[in-house]
T-cell receptor, first 114, second 112 residues
Framework: GQQLNQSPQSMFIQEGEDVSMNCTSS?????WLWYKQDPGEGPVLLIA?????ELTSNGRLTAQFGITRKDSFLNISASIPSDVGIYFC??????????????FGKGTKLSVKP | DGGITQSPKYLFRKEGQNVTLSCEQN?????MYWYRQDPGQGLRLIYY???????QKGDIAEGYSVSREKKESFPLTVTSAQKNPTAFYLC???????????FGQGTRLTVV
């Protein structure tokens, strides 16, 4: 099946740093979603985006629906230790009336700098 | 208590046995999904259902079966035909297809 290209695969953060990650697709998407998953738990929805160019915030998190509809970005400002986890992007597209499924990236693993 | 309930949290089975994972929701969502998660693989879609008594195969349906007899319930059976069943299984629901999906807490299946 199709996959999204999510990067970086992993990154280390120091408390207080800003963090950026992104997802790209070769196809146009109508919906972008961002999730966070803690170890051993199910992913939790952080932000949903439905319109090209849309910029949405949820506390210290900000996500954008790329203007080309082929990418999305997630930024975390002033990171704190509880931001550690795996972040997934997900997108969906419609083909002329036929609905596709949500497609997930492989995740960005956020860890604390030793 | 509202939401999506997956049970059990941990499940151990012997090789060759079928096993059924439970997923129940009280969110009145039409769409329900099953995903499989392996380390470094992200989420892969096994089956999905848009309405009661209807379900479709996802990307990795071989060795799995589902039913959707009630709106609230979407159990997943991992059959002996699944060659590598040890994984973390996630159930999700959505108001309808391609809207936000909400996940349960997952079931970790280990086959020995």
């Amino acid at each position: 099946g199709q996959q999204l290209n999510q990067s970086p695969q992993s990154m280390f953060i120091q408390e207080g740093e800003d963090v950026s990650m992104n997802c790209t697709s070769s196809s146009i998407f109508n919906t972008w979603l961002w999730y966070k998953q803690d170890p051993g738990e199910g992913p939790v929805l952080l932000i949903a985006l439905y319109k090209a160019g849309e910029l949405t915030s949820n506390g210290r998190l900000t996500a954008q629906f790329g203007i080309t509809r082929k990418d999305s970005f997630l930024n975390i400002s002033a990171s704190i230790p509880s931001d550690v986890g795996i972040y997934f992007c997900a997108g969906s597209m419609n083909y002329g009336g036929s609905q596709g499924n949500l497609i997930f990236g492989k995740g960005t693993k956020l860890s604390v700098k030793p | 208590d509202g939401g999506i309930t997956q049970s059990p949290k941990y499940l151990f089975r012997k090789e060759g046995q079928n096993v059924t994972l439970s997923c129940e929701q009280n969110l009145n969502h039409d769409a329900m999904y099953w995903y499989r998660q392996d380390p470094g693989q992200g989420l892969r879609l096994i089956y999905y259902s848009q309405i009661v008594n209807d379900f479709q195969k996802g990307d990795i349906a071989e060795g799995y079966s589902v039913s959707r007899e009630k709106k609230e319930s979407f159990p997943l059976t991992v059959t002996s035909a699944q060659k590598n069943p040890t994984a973390f299984y996630l159930c999700a629901t959505g108001r309808r297809m391609n809207t936000e999906a909400f996940f349960g807490q997952g079931t970790r299946l280990t086959v020995v």
